[in-house]
């Protein structure tokens, strides 16, 4: 093959590669983001509090949606350790997310579309007084209990404050590897983690 017919060759290449990044990249951009709903906001940092769990002789409870008297906890997943109690809430909205951690409520935009929902750090917070009830009517009075928000969608574009106190997966990731979570604060954790399934909502 001659030299010209060569370098002909190479330049239709490149461009048919180029038009199909260009076209892969703009449909991408134009994608919509979808957000992601119960288990599936759940799922990476339910399997990294797993791990851990296996690892520690801990326990996950998992759907963790205690109630009592009306009231009713929207968490997904509590690690039940050595430590105390971890409550976790994970939220899977994608598109844009404003707020800060004073607001009462928050802000998602996506598709151009602008969506008000209830911070979710404050609903964490408050969820974890109906743990600590149950732990109370369980006579354990003296158990750490934390509430962390993780947002779990990749699509989702944080625009909040880094003093917000709000974790991705990959941070949680992390949070679960700082040794506040191994120490030994004396927990029973099997009559922990019954006093909170205890409480935990009935299946219909």
Same mark, same amino acid.
Request: hydrophobic share 45%; net charge positive.
């Given at each position: 093959?001659?030299?010209?017919?060569?370098?002909?060759?190479?330049?239709?290449?490149?461009?048919?590669?180029?038009?199909?990044?260009?076209?892969?990249?703009? %449909?991408?951009?134009? &994608?919509?983001?979808? $957000?992601?709903?119960?288990? #599936?906001?759940a @799922?990476?940092?339910?399997?990294? !509090?797993r791990?851990?769990?296996?690892?520690?002789?801990?326990?996950?409870?998992?759907p963790?949606?205690?109630?009592?008297?009306?009231?009713?906890?929207?968490?997904?997943?509590?690690?039940?350790?050595?430590?105390?109690?971890?409550?976790?809430?994970?939220?899977?909205?994608?598109?844009?997310?404003?707020?800060?951690?004073?607001?009462?409520?928050?802000?998602?935009?996506?598709?151009?579309?602008?969506?008000?929902?209830?911070?979710?750090?404050?609903?964490? %917070?408050?969820?974890? &007084?109906?743990?600590? $009830?149950?732990?109370?009517? #369980?006579?354990l @009075?003296?158990?750490?209990?934390? !509430?962390?928000?993780?947002?779990?969608?990749?699509?989702?574009?944080?625009?909040?404050?880094?003093?917000?106190?709000?974790?991705?997966?990959?941070?949680?990731?992390?949070?679960?590897?700082?040794?506040k979570?191994?120490?030994?604060?004396?927990?029973?954790?099997?009559?922990?983690?019954?006093?909170?399934?205890?409480?935990?909502?009935?299946?219909?």
């Amino acid at each position: 093959m001659e030299p010209t017919s060569v370098v002909l060759t190479l330049l239709a290449i490149a461009a048919l590669v180029f038009l199909y990044l260009f076209t892969f990249k703009r %449909e991408v951009l134009q &994608r919509k983001p979808k $957000d992601l709903q119960g288990q #599936a906001a759940a @799922k990476k940092p339910l399997a990294a !509090a797993r791990r851990m769990a296996a690892m520690n002789q801990y326990e996950v409870i998992a759907p963790a949606v205690l109630e009592k008297n009306g009231a009713q906890t929207d968490l997904d997943f509590i690690l039940v350790g050595t430590f105390g109690l971890l409550c976790v809430k994970c939220v899977g909205l994608g598109g844009e997310i404003y707020g800060s951690a004073g607001d009462a409520m928050w802000l998602q935009v996506c598709d151009e579309k602008r969506k008000s929902f209830e911070n979710p750090l404050r609903r964490a %917070e408050r969820d974890t &007084r109906l743990v600590r $009830d149950a732990l109370f009517s #369980a006579k354990l @009075k003296n158990v750490p209990v934390e !509430a962390v928000v993780v947002f779990t969608n990749r699509a989702a574009q944080l625009a909040l404050p880094r003093s917000t106190g709000h974790y991705t997966v990959k941070e949680f990731r992390a949070l679960l590897d700082k040794s506040k979570y191994t120490q030994d604060k004396r927990v029973d954790i099997s009559k922990t983690a019954g006093a909170v399934r205890a409480w935990l909502k009935k299946a219909e």
